[in-house]
């Protein structure tokens, strides 16, 4: 590994190819400032309570006009009873022509929910979910807004986000330590969001019959390695230490259900979030990533609390430098 030059890809260098995410395909939702929501994250328990998401009720529906009918935290669970609730009824103009990526309408079309219905994975990574008038319920409670909204599946809809480590260096090896504390600085492999500017995890849906670990090595090869102009020789050499590395051990930081603004009474956002470190730096860590144009980057960033970041995953970046014993 190590006599692979340092420079092995030294001529490359980053185009960018990112063409934004849309909003049904990305994982993170919409830009938002991560403040709403961190809290959230701070512990397993808020996340498991369904009163907990927040974002799920943003008064305007993303990419429309649509509002939301509002529903106070005391009204979020769906056990409290509440006759006045008049949920809006909203699937996008983009899901409605039935792309590829998308359900019909529950009907004349009655997939097997809670199972692996086909190809498609309807079962939720936080258990069995209820069902009223054959459509799913949101396990987290009321959202103000029935119907699939952006996304592409009644119930569920699985996204992975692979979040890609290596210590930071100096160009004679050593790891940096943070002045203030003292603890090695973490970098992840981060994409600059062309919606908003702010920087994400290059997660993105699991695609029907993919593994989870598939959809993590595959949307991570695409972010990164598509964005890079390198040789064919090159890009095998690339090709091969991201499997390398995908292969190994990743330490899983969340699985779960994401309070994303896309998120409706009938379907939302769930997904898996694996680090995968570079320990001894002669791996990916040489993925020469670096600016690009204008339009948008992919680079290795250091991890620290003070980053503006897509608020699930600042919350994930914590989870990882907190298991790695590194500056937070
Ligand atoms: C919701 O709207 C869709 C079209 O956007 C329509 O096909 C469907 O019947 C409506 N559902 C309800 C419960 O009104």
Redesign the pocket.
């Known amino acids: 590994m190590k006599a692979v030059s340092r420079n092995w890809v030294a001529s490359v260098h980053v185009a960018l190819s990112l063409i934004g995410l849309p909003y049904a395909a990305g994982t993170s939702g919409v830009c938002r400032k991560n403040a709403i929501s961190r809290s959230l994250f701070s512990s397993k328990s808020v996340y498991m309570s369904p009163a907990a998401h927040v974002k799920a009720r943003c008064p305007v529906y993303p990419g429309s006009d649509t509002r939301r009918f509002p529903v106070p935290d005391d009204k979020v669970d769906w056990d409290t009873d509440w006759p006045q609730y008049s949920p809006v ?3 996008a103009p983009t899901v ?1 022509k039935k792309p590829v990526w998308a359900d019909p ?1 529950i ?1 004349p079309f009655s997939p097997q929910f809670n199972s692996l219905d086909g190809s498609v994975d309807r079962r939720s990574h936080e258990g069995s979910y209820r069902l009223q ?1 054959g459509k799913p319920l949101n396990p987290h409670g009321r959202t103000g807004l ?2 699939q909204g952006l996304l592409g599946r009644w119930g569920p809809n699985h996204a992975a986000d692979p979040i890609v480590t290596r210590w930071k260096r100096v160009s004679t090896g050593q790891r940096v330590h943070h002045t203030n504390s003292q603890l090695p600085v973490l970098q992840f492999v981060s994409i600059k969001r062309l919606d908003c500017g702010e920087w994400a995890i290059p997660g993105g849906m699991v695609d029907p019959g993919e593994r989870i670990s598939q959809t993590l090595q595959r949307e991570f090869s695409e972010e990164a390695l598509n964005s890079l102009q390198a040789s064919p020789s090159e890009r095998e050499k690339i090709q091969k230490r991201i499997t390398e590395l995908f292969n190994s051990a990743g330490l899983q930081v969340y699985k779960g259900y994401v309070d994303d603004p896309r998120n409706t009474d009938n379907a939302w956002m769930e997904t898996v979030a694996v680090n995968f470190h570079d320990e001894s730096g002669n791996s990916v860590s040489e993925l020469p990533l670096q600016a690009g144009d204008d339009a948008g980057q992919v680079s290795w960033i250091d991890v620290d609390s003070s980053l503006a970041l897509y608020a699930n995953h600042l919350h994930f970046l914590e989870t990882v430098a907190k298991e790695r014993n590194a500056h937070w």
């Open positions: 009824n909203y699937t409605l309408e009907g008038n029935e119907g």
